[in-house]
Nanobody, 126 residues
């Protein structure tokens, strides 16, 4: 049974940093596509960042490029999202996602991902 558990969310001032972690069980993060999505109140869940299958290339939505960094820790079977220079518009619930059969063209579509965590809240004060 696949389980994804996020942690690391919280309240931070604009310009600050947070590091989100996603602990996986029932799958091997090294071989799965692993991603982060976020959902603000009243808005659709949107793509933030992802690692496609077992590759090292990272993909980001334009608004977080240069500020966020996604990484895998194969030994701990975890994925992290380092978020720097946070802005009020980054505030949302952040979800970890995983999928073993994703194709690259579907990476940014939340509906294409099969496994989800419960989410962690990120609040950014201005």
């Amino acid at each position: 049974q696949v389980q994804l558990v996020e942690s690391g969310g919280g309240l931070v001032q604009a310009g600050g940093s947070l590091r989100l972690s996603c602990a996986a069980s029932g799958l091997t993060v090294r071989t799965y596509s692993m991603g982060w999505f976020r959902q603000a109140p009243g808005k659709e869940r949107v793509f933030v960042a992802a690692l496609f299958r077992s590759g090292y290339n990272a993909y980001y939505t334009d608004s977080v490029k240069g500020r966020f960094s996604i990484s895998r820790d194969n030994a701990k079977n975890m994925v992290s999202l380092q978020m720097n220079n946070l802005k009020p518009e980054d505030a949302a619930i952040y979800y970890c996602a995983a999928d073993s059969r994703l194709i690259l063209s579907s990476l940014r579509s939340w509906i294409s991902w099969n496994h989800w965590g419960q989410g962690t809240q990120v609040t950014v004060s201005s």
